[in-house]
């Protein structure tokens, strides 16, 4: 078991810490919020879609965000109208049209004048609507120029990444290209972030349970132990719960020190390779956690006792039973599976079992001592998540959580250390996703909080696990209304998180006067061992 806690612990500050992902929409746009909103200037962003057709054949669909200005797409596909797609002459858009249009949707290049000019000018050579590519791989939320007072534009404006554009710009060239623009509304409830909420809050509630448990059973065999009375088992005072490790305040903040420097490393070199590096390390911890928890399942069932009670030497793993070598197999097999179809759209239900089990053997065997050690490491992490995700802006002009979390510079769509489920009932697709760190850091304290519970022999309503997990829960629920709020930029959930956690916490125990236990110790003070011994043998 010693050598299946270091593999984990390792694995806790290579692919789970270093890696509090923010929670994000992924159609993530950057925005300008140098001009307010004004008259004829002041429609909410929306994503577009352009649907492209080649010489007639549906071809690729783009999305783009919709400007300030200008008229509200038609939100349904069947009313969106198939409009010829033409470069602009000038290119930039930027003076009068050579050539009269005839209802033509444009395609222009972002720069040299203004959003509006570019706009003003394609409505007076008779555009129906004006695509703009941006500069760069990304989206530009457009507005009106500050100085403008009023602004009258009677077509639709939308930007598109300059990945985007190109690839726009070549068909343009060589094939005869048409185009369909809409904006179809979002559900006003994302589904898939109701599961991920339930799916957050239930993996705690199973690790928090499997811990107390753990740490009951270390508890009365220690008991047990002392009774006896045997000078042989004098030296039980310090020992720990099997198999655990425990934080110190040290390691707690050099946890945040080495997860920033491995982002950075992440954020420099993310490439192809570097993403392989990282799946191949999720799938060793995937399969040290799915074996870890099947062996403990199965081990419940009276069948597989004898299985899980027998031992065999492996070399490098020590003893190993016979129940986790027969095992072993199915989990290396699960993920190797995994890793070779994880460009498939169903791979996501492999990664989150993986990704899960990680989770909950991690809240199993790392665990925080005490109350201080707890409230250092959540500081910490809730300055190193809002750090990278917010103020790493102004040194890198981008935010190096984001960029990492969407594995930009990589070909590939983001990183496996994430929950993620598909948005259903979504038209526009795609994933919403949850870090592991915004789970197992927070997960790591509501743990304790349980084990302290049961080892004070505390019920629900006078302990604190209940109103630890209540707190994590509402904390996760407003990252989401935030995230929802705020046109989808990433949010570092732990910023909501580890106020109604920790702040519970703390408030809680200083207000029933358990403060100084938990903060030092930790659990419930214990008779001494040699005082046992003494009094049994009088």
């Given at each position: 078991m010693e050598s299946t806690s270091f593999v984990l612990f390792l694995l806790l500050l290579l692919t789970t810490v270093f890696y509090s992902s923010p929670v994000f929409a992924g159609d993530i746009v950057h925005q300008d919020d140098v001009a307010p909103k004004k008259p004829?200037?002041?429609?909410?962003?929306?994503?577009?879609?352009?649907?492209?057709?080649?010489?007639?054949?549906?071809?690729?669909?783009?999305?783009?965000?919709?400007?300030?200005?200008?008229?509200?797409?038609?939100?349904?596909?069947?009313?969106?109208?198939?409009?010829?797609?033409?470069?602009a002459d000038p290119p930039d858009c930027c003076s009068e049209f050579k050539h009269r249009l005839m209802g033509e949707v444009i395609l222009v290049h972002r720069g040299n004048c203004s959003?509006?000019?570019?706009?003003?000018?394609?409505?007076?050579?008779?555009?129906?609507?004006?695509?703009?590519?941006?500069?760069?791989?990304?989206?530009f939320k457009m507005v009106c120029e500050a100085n403008e007072t009023d602004v009258s534009i009677s077509i639709p404006t939308i930007?598109?990444?300059?990945?985007?554009?190109?690839?726009?710009?070549?068909?343009?060239?060589?094939?005869?290209?048409?185009?369909?623009?809409?904006?179809?509304?979002?559900?006003?409830v994302d589904i898939a972030e109701v599961f991920l909420w339930l799916m957050a809050v239930g993996?705690?509630?199973?690790?928090?349970?499997?811990?107390?448990?753990?740490?009951?059973?270390?508890?009365?065999?220690?008991?047990?132990?002392?009774?006896?009375?045997?000078?042989?088992?004098?030296?039980?005072?310090?020992?720990?719960?099997?198999?655990?490790v425990d934080i110190s305040t040290t390691s707690a903040v050099l946890f945040v020190v080495i997860a920033s420097c491995f982002?950075?490393?992440l954020y420099e070199f993310m490439s192809i390779w570097f993403i392989d590096i990282l799946v191949g390390l999720f799938c060793i911890g995937g399969i040290e956690g799915l074996q870890t928890c099947l062996v403990a399942l199965l081990s419940s069932f009276g069948q597989f006792e004898h299985a899980s009670g027998s031992f065999v030497k492996v070399p490098f793993f020590g003893a190993v039973s016979h129940l986790t070598l027969g095992i072993s197999p199915f989990c290396i097999a699960f993920a190797v599976v995994w890793a070779v179809f994880r460009h498939h759209s169903f791979a996501w239900i492999g990664q989150d079992i993986l990704g899960i089990a990680l989770i909950i053997t991690v809240l199993q065997i790392v665990r925080v001592p005490n109350l201080k050690v707890g409230t250092v490491l959540l500081s910490c992490a809730f300055i190193y998540d809002i750090f990278w995700v917010f103020a790493s802006k102004w040194w890198f002009d981008e935010s190096v959580m984001i960029v990492v979390a969407r594995g930009d510079k990589s070909g590939e769509d983001g990183i496996p250390m994430l929950l993620k489920i598909p948005?259903?009932?979504?038209?526009?697709?795609?994933?919403s996703i949850i870090g592991f760190g915004d789970i197992i850091l927070p997960g790591l304290l509501i743990t304790f909080s349980l084990r302290y519970d049961w080892l004070s022999k505390k019920n629900l309503r006078t302990g604190y696990f209940i109103w630890a997990i209540v707190a994590y829960g509402l904390g996760l629920l407003v990252t989401y209304i935030a995230l929802n709020m705020m046109d989808g930029h990433g949010q570092p959930a732990l910023l909501y998180i580890v106020p109604f956690t920790l702040g519970t916490f703390l408030t809680l125990g200083r207000k029933r006067g358990d403060l100084k236990d938990l903060w030092s110790r930790g659990e419930p003070e214990r008779p001494c061992p040699h005082k046992i011994f003494e009094e049994s043998s009088e």
């Open positions: 004829g200037c002041d429609n909410d962003f929306v994503l577009v879609k352009v649907q492209t057709y080649i010489n007639g054949i549906e071809d690729l669909e783009f999305v783009g965000v919709g400007a300030r200005f200008g008229p509200i797409l038609e939100s349904k596909e069947k009313n969106a109208n198939h409009t010829k797609l033409t470069m959003f509006t000019t570019k706009a003003n000018f394609a409505d007076a050579a008779g555009a129906s609507a004006i695509i703009i590519i941006n500069n760069q791989t990304e989206l930007m598109l990444p300059q990945d985007a554009g190109a690839v726009l710009e070549k068909n343009v060239n060589n094939s005869i290209v048409s185009v369909q623009l809409y904006s179809p509304g979002r559900p006003p993996i705690i509630l199973c690790a928090s349970y499997w811990s107390a448990w753990s740490a009951r059973e270390a508890a009365t065999e220690q008991d047990k132990l002392l009774k006896d009375a045997s000078e042989d088992y004098l030296d039980t005072e310090n020992t720990g719960f099997g198999g655990s982002l950075i490393l948005r259903m009932f979504d038209p526009w697709g795609g994933y």
